[in-house]
């Protein structure tokens, strides 16, 4: 069997890509040792080298841009090539948090509008951010619509802080979301799909030391705190398993799928995005959910190669 692990890339994920390929890549080497694993960086010369008969199935661990939106997974389907994961089509919802928080059960996902830079430039700033910040109300969350890690995400409490939230955003896209902020507990929520049957993981729950679940708070070692599984009742984790579920099955995804979600102090869950690639380095959330669920990476990886192989013949 030969099984080709996609990760790297050229946006600003890619050390977080490579870090959860080679992850992956050592749990298959000792999950089916017989099995040929090739770690392949995503650059000009890889759709070259790509044909049906190349391998046997691909892994795609590129986050954000390309690897999480339909670019790179319709042209696995254009080659025929069976890959782990969401189509390409699906993906694409998933990876537009405005389309994902659209889409997701009414009311569950919390106030928010989206912006192109287009839009900034030819109404103004000043009057625009009036606006939404008088409907939306403070606190609010600036974030880019595509994208991952937390790469340009930041919580404005003040009005003075939203024009830099907006600059800083704008640096990894044309178009950002403006949503309103839920104080509450941050929870992430594994869904992994096996012979048909779809498993909610235990939630993670996510407490950064500043506050603010970013990029710094995700990927340095003692920046959060994580608790599996997460510390509310067990009525409370059954409900948000459900939840996790109903996202992966409302947006059409398969195979593996993290859900965001925050849970207010009534109880209320809020949907904040859904990851159809999500990190599988030694701090991400993923690989916390599968150890607490009494499972390993390379099985669950190992069931997922079989999978894809199976679907796509």
């Known amino acids: 069997m030969r099984i080709a692990i996609l990760s790297g890339g050229l946006n600003a994920e890619r ?3 490579l870090r959860s390929g080679r992850r992956v890549a050592e749990a298959l080497r000792f999950e089916i040792p017989k099995a040929e694993i090739f770690e392949l960086d995503l650059n000009a010369d890889f759709l070259d080298s790509l044909s049906s008969d ?3 199935v691909v892994i795609p661990l590129i986050h954000g841009v390309i690897g999480e939106d339909a670019t790179l997974r ?5 080659k025929g090539i069976p890959y782990i994961g969401s189509s390409a089509q699906s993906s694409a919802r998933a990876f537009d948090k405005g389309i994902s928080a659209g889409l997701v059960p009414t009311g569950t996902a919390p106030q928010f509008v989206v912006f192109p830079q287009s839009f900034f ?7 625009i951010l009036k606006s939404v910040i008088s409907g939306i109300g403070l606190p609010l969350i600036v974030k880019p619509i595509n994208g991952g890690s937390a790469f340009g995400v930041r919580l404005c409490a003040s009005v003075d802080q939203v024009a830099p939230a907006l600059v800083d955003a704008f640096g990894y896209g044309d178009r950002v979301m403006l949503q309103s902020a839920v104080i509450g507990t941050e929870l992430a929520v594994t869904v992994i799909e096996v012979d048909g049957k779809l498993q909610a993981l235990p939630p993670v729950e996510v407490v950064p030391v500043s506050g603010v679940y970013d990029f710094d708070a995700r990927y340095t ?4 705190e994580f608790f599996v599984p997460a510390r509310l009742n067990s009525k409370l984790i059954e409900q948000v398993c459900a939840y996790a579920i ?8 398969r195979d593996i799928s993290r859900t965001d979600v925050i849970v207010d102090t009534d109880g209320v ?3 904040l995005e859904v990851n159809v690639s999500p990190g599988m380095t030694e701090t991400s959330l993923v690989p916390q959910a599968i150890d607490a669920a009494g499972m390993n990476v390379g099985a669950v990886f190992g069931s997922l190669v079989t999978q894809a192989i199976s679907r796509d013949h």
């Open 221 to 224: 070692a003692g920046a959060t």
């Open 54 to 56: 190349s391998f046997d």
């Open 269 to 271: 869950i809020w949907f």
């Open 74 to 78: 319709s042209m696995l389907e254009l």
């Open 15 to 17: 050390d977080v890509s």
């Open 121 to 127: 430039r030819e109404m103004g700033a000043p009057r």
């Open 246 to 253: 109903l996202v992966h099955v409302t947006l059409g995804l």
